[in-house]
């Protein structure tokens, strides 16, 4: 059963840094491409950041660019959103999710409806 678990969540300051870790089970992650969503209270869910190993991709929103790096440690079979220079803004409830790395082309997508598989959430919160 394909399953995937977020953790490294929580309160940080403005300026503050966090990991997020995406363990993956059922699956081997280079198998799948790995994304990384946000959704604030209110507002749509937003994709953040994307990894394919297998096809050498990565994609950062506008929003995360230069600040978050998403990286993948095969051997654990997780996926981690190293996030740097946190902003009020970047408060959400952070998910990872999963979709088969076999119907892309060259780079991963930030779009959600296109991934299968989901995580329950982790919470983010920064304050100012």
């Known amino acids: 059963q394909l399953q995937l678990v977020e953790s490294g969540g929580g309160l940080v300051h403005a300026g503050g840094s966090l990991r997020l870790s995406c363990a993956a089970s059922?699956?081997?992650?280079?198998?799948?491409?790995i994304g990384w969503f946000r959704q604030a209270p209110g507002k749509e869910r937003e994709g953040v950041s994307c990894?394919?190993?297998?096809?050498?991709?990565?994609r950062y929103s506008d929003s995360v660019k230069g600040r978050f790096t998403i990286s993948e440690n095969n051997a654990k079979n997780t996926v981690y959103l190293e996030m740097n220079g946190l902003k009020p803004e970047d408060t959400a409830v952070y998910y990872c999710?999963?979709?088969?790395?076999?119907?892309?082309?060259?780079?991963?997508?930030?779009?959600?409806?296109?991934?299968?598989?989901w995580g329950q959430g982790t919470q983010v919160t920064v304050s100012s």
């Open positions: 990894i394919a190993s297998s096809i050498s991709s990565t």
């Open positions: 059922g699956f081997t992650a280079d198998n799948y491409a």
């Open positions: 999710a999963a979709m088969d790395v076999r119907i892309l082309n060259s780079y991963c997508v930030l779009v959600s409806r296109e991934y299968d598989y």
